[in-house]
Nanobody
């Protein structure tokens, strides 16, 4: 089970970024992919979650309406599209797989993690 992330970088406040999470060793159609953000000096927290088995997505209130998740089954990849970015969205973003069917927010519920990617939002 492996996750490889791409995307991220520096964007101005109000801008957009798309992060990718490509899986190997399992199908994103079968399990849960979560996205987590870790701001400097803070804990890693879940911001969005995708259930591959039924396509449902969940978002924390802080990002609801600004972030979407999508899937490309052929590429075995899940995307995180972030719009209207704010300085408080900055941090290292991680995708993670949970080898169960239902989303949880607690990071201890996830089995494997991507390498992380930096998102910087300038004001």
């Amino acid at each position: 089970v492996q996750l490889v992330q791409s995307g991220g970088g520096l964007v101005q406040s109000g801008g957009s970024l798309r992060l990718s999470c490509t899986a190997s060793g399992f199908s994103v159609d079968d399990y849960v992919i979560g996205w987590f953000r870790q701001a400097p000096g803070k804990e890693r927290v879940g911001i969005s979650c995708f259930q591959g088995s039924d396509g449902k997505t969940y978002f924390q209130d802080a990002v609801k309406g600004r972030i979407t998740m999508s899937r490309d089954s052929a590429q075995n990849t899940v995307y995180l599209q972030m719009n209207s970015l704010k300085p408080e969205d900055a941090g290292v973003y991680y995708c993670a797989v949970r080898l169960f069917k239902l989303c949880v927010w607690n990071r201890t519920g996830y089995d494997s993690w991507g390498q992380g990617t930096q998102v910087t939002v300038s004001s």
